[in-house]
Nanobody, 121 residues
């Protein structure tokens, strides 16, 4: 069974940092694109960052320069989040699917359960 499990969320003050991890199991994800999305209360899910199997990277404008996505060879993708703002507060979801780093959620086949990130001011 395919599983994506996020970890690393929590409460942090504005200006602080967090590192999210997403561990994939059940199959080899090295040939898949992996992405991070987030959903704040009362808002639609939005794209954050994605990385293709070949290392191509794509960021949402709202996080460019503050967040860094990376992946290792063992089915884990990371999201380093620096200079956090209150508007970054959301549940963050990991996704996997396809081969191209894309902002389109419907291009991803697998989703994790999410991890809460709360940024206090």
């Amino acid at each position: 069974q395919v599983q994506l499990v996020e970890s690393g969320g929590g409460l942090v003050q504005a200006g602080g940092s967090l590192r999210l991890s997403c561990a994939a199991s059940g199959r080899t994800f090295s040939s898949y694109a992996m992405g991070w999305f987030r959903q704040a209360p009362g808002k639609e899910r939005e794209f954050v960052a994605a990385i293709s199997w070949s290392g191509g990277i794509y960021y949402a404008d709202s996080v460019k320069g503050r967040f860094t996505i990376s992946r290792n060879a063992k089915n884990t993708v990371y999201l380093q989040m620096n200079s956090l703002k209150s508007e970054d507060t959301a549940v963050y979801y990991c996704a996997a699917g396809g081969t191209v780093a894309t902002y389109k959620g419907n291009e991803y086949d697998y989703w994790g359960q999410g991890t809460q990130v709360t940024v206090s001011t």
